[in-house]
């Protein structure tokens, strides 16, 4: 059984902690108690931290292709070997049933693994010249990344923020969530143990808009790499423009789900409710806004609310559960707001809609049915475990109220015709898109979004050109 680990923060290879710092509680989301004492850091730790940076920097920037694979398939290997520990201190500090978070581990392994092989493949090229003269283009690391992650993916989105500096030969200086710390701590510490220069990747915590304002301002940062909402998104992106940074903006999602009336509803049925209340809903790719053709609403309707209210909600440390307590306490209290706020507006509320028991952060798998437009849930990202179902008339509506937000990050379309499908790949403005599935991501595929959902990607080969500049050399 693994306890909670005791926390530090990772500066210049030493586990940093105690002194004056100030302290955040680390609290179980299942019974709402605190479980550790996370240090976080001041203003030296982060000059610190920055000056640690530009060493890794210049460190690794040497580093062979060799070097770099050897780092990020051991730490793939550590990972596999300390896959039951880390899933269970996720799931503490998370909520989220053991086995999503076994699953987090497997993201990384495979991205570690992935990255290790196209670490070989990161080509410049050579253009036609007259003999004599040459010119390259080249693909060079960009610098030290500040790479912001947040909690909803405590090993997986940690991974993504470390691996692709790592494997594009940059420093990085990581602030995970300060909810989920021994998560990042663990991913981080594989790394190092597999043989990672100390200078080269780093873990502090703080004051997030401290921690950010303070990285930002500093020339030593090449690039901000930031998951989280589109609202501190669009915030850090100002701070980042002082200093001409580039950037990486994995942001918020509505994520529309596109069911026509030629499927077998019972089978979608099944792939949509797994996916909408994998992780209680906080998901960026989540399928969100069920957009249902009229002839199937009410089965599909029906069918939702019918397993939403058989769907096992407990912690998730316990066998059988299916769907764990919300993450922190705002979640819960979210939920409240936009669905009373619904209600108000005349949705129907077909499942859940309440808190569950007096202990943690619960809340029941909930679906509405029937929501005006211009109720808050139909434009803010609900990020919580509720469905939200309406029915239209043909395929025109059903791609104009899939393009109606701002947002463009995941969406799903289920039909059968091969024609169709190919039409709403061109027409539906977004970063990936599920034809027929709930699976979009994948170490290989690159990840993000499109609109106010952000910009750049992760994982795939775009994930590690996002780490690098481009240089081209002219020999005359
Ligand atoms: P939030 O918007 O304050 O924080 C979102 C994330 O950004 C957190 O991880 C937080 O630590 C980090 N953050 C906040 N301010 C920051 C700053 N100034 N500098 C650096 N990092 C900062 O609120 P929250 O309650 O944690 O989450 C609420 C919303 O965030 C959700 O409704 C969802 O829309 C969004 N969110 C998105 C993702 C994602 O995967 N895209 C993940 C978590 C949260």
């Known amino acids: 059984m693994t306890d909670y680990p005791s926390l530090h923060m990772i500066i210049a290879g030493e586990k940093v902690s105690g002194g004056s710092r100030r302290t955040f509680d680390v609290v179980n989301p299942a019974t709402g108690e605190t479980i550790g004492a996370l240090p976080l850091a001041d203003a030296a730790d982060l000059d610190r931290a920055l000056e ?53 581990v497997l993201m990384n392994v495979g991205l570690f693994n992935f ?21 390259t283009v080249r693909h060079e690391p960009a610098g030290p990344v500040a790479a912001f992650s947040p909690w909803n993916f405590p090993i997986g ?30 991913v981080l510490q594989c790394l190092l143990d597999a043989g990672l220069p100390k200078e080269v990747a780093q873990a502090v915590f703080g004051v997030p808009d401290e921690v950010s304002r303070h990285l930002l301002a ?8 930031f998951t989280g909402s589109t609202v501190v998104g669009k915030h850090l992106l100002k701070l980042a423009a002082d200093n001409m940074l580039r950037t990486t903006m994995e942001l918020g999602g509505h994520g529309p789900v596109l069911v026509f009336d030629d499927v077998d509803v019972d089978q979608v049925l099944d792939t949509a409710v797994a996916g909408k209340y994998r992780n209680a809903g906080q998901v960026c790719v989540s399928p969100t806004r069920f957009i249902v053709q009229e002839n199937v609403f009410e089965k599909f309707r029906d069918g939702f609310a019918q397993r939403a209210k058989a769907w096992k909600v407990g912690n998730g440390l316990e066998d059988g559960t299916q769907m764990g307590p919300m993450a922190n306490p705002r979640r819960p209290d979210a939920m409240e707001r936009l669905i009373g706020n619904a209600k108000e507006s005349g949705a129907r509320l077909d499942a859940g809609g309440e808190r569950i028991g007096n ?28 469905a939200l ?60 979004g499109v609109k106010w959902s952000g910009h750049g990607s992760e994982d795939g080969p775009e994930g590690i050109l996002a780490c690098m500049v481009t240089k081209a050399v002219h020999e005359g």
């Not at 943690?360 to 798998?365: D, R």
């Not at 109720?375 to 609900?382: G, W």
């Open 52 to 104: 640690t940076a530009a060493e890794g920097f210049r460190i690794w920037r040497k580093s062979t292709p060799q070097q770099r694979a050897a780092v990020l398939q051991g730490a793939a290997r550590l990972l596999m070997e300390r896959q039951e520990d880390l899933a269970r201190i996720a799931t503490m500090e998370e909520g989220k049933p053991l086995a999503e978070s076994r699953i987090e």
């Open 115 to 135: 990255y290790a092989g196209e670490v070989f493949r990161i080509y410049g090229r050579e253009l036609v010249r007259p003999t004599g003269q040459r010119s």
């Open 157 to 186: 989105n940690v991974g993504r923020k470390l691996g692709a500096p790592i494997a594009a030969g940059c420093s990085v200086i990581l602030k995970s969530a300060e909810e989920t710390p021994a998560s990042a701590l663990g």
């Open 218 to 225: 500093s020339p030593v940062i090449r690039k901000l790499s």
């Open 359 to 386: 202990q943690g952060f619960f809340y029941a798998p909930s679906v509405l049915s029937e929501i005006p437009l211009d109720a808050e849930i139909m434009n803010e990202e609900p990020f919580g475990p509720v």
């Open 389 to 448: 179902i309406n029915p239209y008339k043909d395929e025109e509506a059903m791609v104009a109220e899939a393009n109606r937000l701002p947002y463009g990050l995941a969406a799903y379309a289920w039909t059968n015709d091969v024609k169709r499908q190919r039409r709403l790949a061109d027409e539906i403005e977004t970063g990936m898109l599920g034809i027929n599935s709930h699976m979009i991501g994948g170490a290989d595929s690159p990840f993000g």
